[in-house]
């Protein structure tokens, strides 16, 4: 007796684009240990759907990240080193000893390398510095697929300074009557 057929599964539907560039900016800047944000590289850790960092005194200096505002991140690769990914976050400080502060320095303390006072850190991050949460909102203006044509490395500062000239005329005979002794 023939079975009935069922019916083919009919395929789950394809993810839009605005999920799988969510999806790529979390993964992308949870495996990354460094990220520039507004330029800066810094050291972070990504908590609860955010990018979270240290900034203040004998921490890392981001210029221009205020309660409120936007930030611009940019994530390397991990494999490559290059580029992957430029996100727009909105950037909020996270009170002292409240439930987000706690939850992020617990996880930041860990991260830290090399600090002086690594027990007394979450009391000096208290007093001293401010942790930054900077959530993904806006735009992803670069992705795989969506990349400028130029590298985005700053061009040097003209200088005279130079380390290119050419080499004395006695020299070879020098460097030869060396190798002979």
Same mark, same amino acid.
Do not use: I
């Given at each position: 007796m023939p079975t009935p057929s069922t019916p083919p599964a009919s395929p789950a539907p394809a993810p839009s684009a605005a999920a799988e560039l @969510?999806? !790529?900016? #979390? #993964? &992308?800047?949870?495996? @990354?240990? !460094?990220?520039?944000?507004?330029?800066? &590289?810094?050291?972070?850790?990504?908590?609860?759907?955010? !990018?979270?960092?240290?900034?203040?005194?004998? #921490?890392?200096? +981001?210029p221009g990240l205020t309660d409120g505002g936007t930030a611009t991140v940019t994530v390397r690769s991990k494999d490559k080193g290059g580029r992957l990914v430029t996100w727009t &976050?909105? +950037?909020?400080?996270?009170?002292?000893h409240g439930e987000p502060w706690e939850a992020a320095v617990g996880e930041l303390k860990g991260k830290r390398l090399n600090a002086v006072d690594a027990e007394a850190v979450p009391s000096r991050w208290a007093a001293d510095c401010q942790v930054f949460r900077l959530a993904p909102a806006g735009p992803v203006p670069e992705h795989p697929g969506a990349m400028p044509d130029g590298s985005g490395a700053a061009a040097p500062v003209p200088t005279p300074a130079t380390t290119r000239q050419a080499a004395p005329a006695g020299l070879p005979k020098l460097l030869a009557r060396r190798r002979r002794t």
């Open positions: @969510s999806a !790529l900016v #979390e #993964e &992308a800047t949870k495996k @990354s240990g !460094l990220v520039w944000v507004n330029g800066q &590289a810094v050291w972070h850790l990504w908590l609860d759907g955010g !990018l979270h960092l240290v900034c203040g005194p004998g #921490e890392q200096p +981001v &976050a909105r +950037v909020e400080v996270l009170a002292p």
